[in-house]
Structure formats: C-alpha cells, structure tokens
C-alpha cells in the first residue's frame, strides 16, 4: 500500500527537499503541495491525502486552522497531520496537538526518520519525538494561564483496564510494551487503546495524550 502525502509549506525549496526525501521510498508518494493552509484543506481533499505534513506559520490560512479544519472534516478521517517545525519545541506545537496534529517533526530531520516517521503517523501507534513531546505538554499544562478544556467526569466512561492502559499511552509506551506490561495480546492492547480514543472522542494517541494530562489522569511530575 502507498502512503498518500501531502506537502504544506510557504517555501517552495522546502516542499521540493521534502518531496525528494518520501518519493525516494517505495511506499510512500507526495501527492499534492500547498503553499498556505487553505491550499493544504483543498489538496487534502482532492488526493485524499493519508498524512499532511504541514508547517504552521503560513500566509493567509495557517497550519493550526488547517490542522483544526482537516481533522474535523468526516470526509478527511483518514487523514493524519504530521506538524512541521524549525525547532523540536516551539511555541506552536501544542497548540497543534489540540488542533488535532497526531504529532510533530523537526524541519532537519533526516531521510530516513522522515519516512519513518509518515508511516508511524499514518499507523497511529505512537507519538513522534516521545520525549520532547511529553516535556512539552507537561510545561504548557503546568505554566501559568493554562486552559483545561477536559473534566475528570469525563473518565467515568473508562473502564479499569483503559484508564491503565491510557496512563501507559500518556507517558510513552508503545502498544508492544503495553502488551508486555500488562500480560496481554498486542491486538488487546491496540483494541483497549481503541475503545478508549473512541470513548472520548480522541482523533489518535496524541489526542488520548492531551486528555490525560487535562483530566489530571496523567501530572507533569508523573513524567
């Protein structure tokens, strides 16, 4: 199966060095390029893309209302949103988590992560930049000013078993070491994991992420 990818970027050069890294891969094809994020919502739709690689600070329409406006549209829900950003943690970044981003990527990253990185988005199975992004999570949650859209009521719809298993997406694991962890099948791990993120509303891992630490499930200290 193909990977279909598309590009968006306000930088032509940059969109032409990103289409030379993921057409060299076998299963992976750029199907359409956007200069803002209003062309990034149109190109999506018409190559129904499976994930957007979408830089954030463009002219016009920008990558988070994009983000917002892809990932909100039924006919799109395939579609992943990969963020691009010039430094692993910028101020954007969460923002694009809520928006709906499943993730975030360094503009120097190399071919091979690059490509990587798509399929592992396109899969949904885990968070990109593990580290940096639970760091950054847990300084925007923990800093002065910061909004919790989510209530621990909202939990009540868990079970025992997915509120664990969710604490272990929170913080890292992939669904092999869940499995490991908690004695089970990885398919059982992937279909707690996908009872949870359908329990509440969660587009992918990233947004089952921002919910566990705005419900308090999960605490920056926890890390």
Not at 32 to 41: H, K, L, P
Not at 67 to 95: C, H, M, N, W
Not at 137 to 151: D, H, N, Q, S, Y
């Amino acid at each position: 199966m193909t990977i279909k990818v598309v590009l968006a970027d306000d930088q032509a050069l940059v969109r032409a060095g990103f289409r030379a890294l993921i057409d060299s891969a076998p299963d992976l094809r750029v199907v359409g390029e956007a200069g803002d994020g209003r062309q990034a919502v149109l190109e999506a739709r018409r190559a129904g893309a499976d994930v957007v690689l979408m830089d954030i600070r463009m002219p016009g329409m920008d990558g988070l209302a994009a983000t917002r406006e892809i990932t909100g549209d039924t006919a799109l829900s395939q579609a992943k949103v990969l963020v691009l950003t010039t430094f692993e943690i910028d101020e954007y970044v969460f923002a694009a988590l809520r928006a709906g981003a499943s993730g975030f990527l360094g503009k120097g990253v190399e071919a091979a992560e690059l490509q990587e990185a798509i399929r592992v988005i396109h899969r949904g199975e885990a968070l990109l930049s593990r580290a940096a992004t639970k760091s950054l999570i847990a300084r925007c949650l923990a800093g002065p000013g910061a909004k919790v859209e989510r209530t621990p009521d909202e939990l009540g719809l868990l079970t025992e078993r997915e509120r664990q298993v969710m604490v272990m997406v929170a913080v890292g694991l992939t669904n092999d070491e869940i499995a490991g962890e908690l004695g089970i099948s990885r398919t059982t791990a992937k279909t707690h994991i996908n009872r949870t993120m359908l329990k509440l509303g969660a587009h992918d891992r990233a947004q089952l992420v921002i919910i566990a630490y705005e419900t308090g499930l999960v605490r920056p200290r926890s890390l």
